[in-house]
């Protein structure tokens, strides 16, 4: 059997060995990075500087303030804020929605391009999302960079305008943008995760321009979170997000998928960016015809490529995507569409393999 084909990198993508290297020296130098001894201030000073470097390589001039990843900076955004309101578009990832609804966040609706609607976002930061007037409080809005499951961009510097407009503030959730796009520098707070572009699973970031845009809530990390630093994970953060070259994946091992769109339409498959307003490169999804997300999966693992069904902690289950069903998309198209993505040890022998399997797997026309 020839070797299996990883496709998920949006899910999480490998280790990179510049991030292995740096964990293992960050095991070697472990101790409690709070503790006032010797060996706790050797870890503190690696702790710190991991998190310059880290600064310096997202080139944010903030704060960084780690965490367990993107989940926990998330909750820590929506509980923490220093203001009342709070508002999330339709598309954002669960980690971003559970703590939004949990908080009576409004929400924002997107259009049929998957770009976050201005007028429902003007609406939803001013309190007044129903149209029919409201009590105007300010309101930390949560905008995606990058979406998991499409791959489309969304202006932050439109959303930016808008929130602040408001007096309210942006929180961008850049977890499948970071070490492949710039950190928007118009969000206020932002929400890195390591594990998305080949640091360790456990460790993540909330950016904040100021510590005073949250409340404090005891323990760590300058007071803005609890438990004790992950010093290993923090490291290899710091050395993944360093090796992240531009661009993030090599153009030729992409270079396939511009004829295998073209073939893909031709047996009247639904290649999602045709619809987008910004589609990226690392992220694809498209639409079989007659052959279900669910049966694709399936072919794909017993074909040795792996593949998903959106995002990896819905696609488990039956339900459908929020995300196609916020964008509008035809229920029978959204179950026949899978996710292909790609990361920083991509090759194009991999990408051709999985255009072969898919033509090889899809009906031919009438």
């Not at 998957?114 to 309190?127: C, E, F, N, P, T």
């Not at 990390?221 to 923090?234: F, I, M, S």
């Not at 964008?327 to 090759?347: C, K, P, Q």
Request: aromatic residues 6%; charged residues 25%; glycine residues 10%.
């Amino acid at each position: 059997m020839p070797d299996r084909i990883y496709l998920d990198h949006a899910a999480t993508t490998p280790l990179r060995p510049e991030a292995k290297a740096a964990m293992d020296h960050g095991f070697s130098i472990w101790a409690n990075p709070s503790s006032p001894h010797a060996e706790g201030r050797r870890a503190r000073a690696a702790l710190e500087d991991a998190r310059a470097r880290v600064k310096a390589a997202l080139e944010w001039d903030g704060e960084v303030i780690f965490t367990s990843g993107a989940s926990e900076a998330a909750q820590l955004a929506f509980d923490n804020a220093n203001l009342p309101g709070r508002a999330a578009s339709a598309v954002e990832h669960d980690a971003i929605l559970g703590p939004a609804r949990a908080r009576g966040a409004r929400q924002v609706a997107v259009r049929a391009d998957g770009a976050v609607d201005l007028q429902a976002l003007d609406r939803a930061v001013s309190g007044q999302e129903d149209g029919e007037g409201g009590v105007e409080e300010r309101t930390l809005a949560a905008i995606q960079h990058v979406n998991s499951e499409t791959g489309n961009r969304q202006d932050i510097g439109l959303a930016a305008e808008v929130a602040h407009g408001r007096g309210g503030l942006l929180l961008v959730d850049c977890a499948q943008g970071a070490g492949k796009f710039a950190v928007p520098r118009l969000a206020d707070m932002a929400i890195v995760s390591a594990h998305k572009f080949g640091g360790p699973i456990g460790i993540g970031a909330l950016l904040v321009k100021d510590y005073a845009l949250l409340r404090p809530v005891g323990g760590h990390e300058r007071g803005y979170r609890r438990g004790t630093e992950n010093l290993p994970g923090a490291l290899g953060m710091a050395a993944a997000l360093e090796a992240c070259a531009q661009p993030y994946v090599d153009p030729d091992a992409l270079a396939p998928l511009d004829r295998f769109a073209d073939e893909v339409r031709a047996r009247g498959g639904c290649w999602l960016a045709d619809r987008l307003s910004d589609p990226t490169p690392y992220i694809r999804s498209l639409a079989m015809p007659g052959i279900g997300g669910s049966a694709q999966l399936m072919r794909f693992d017993l074909a040795g490529i792996a593949v998903s069904q959106g995002s990896a902690c819905s696609s488990g289950t039956m339900k459908r995507s929020h995300v196609l069903d916020a964008m509008g998309l035809d229920a029978d198209i959204a179950g026949r569409t899978i996710r292909i993505s790609f990361g920083w040890n991509t090759t194009r022998r991999e990408v051709e393999r999985f255009c072969e399997t898919w033509l090889d797997m899809a009906p031919r026309a009438a």
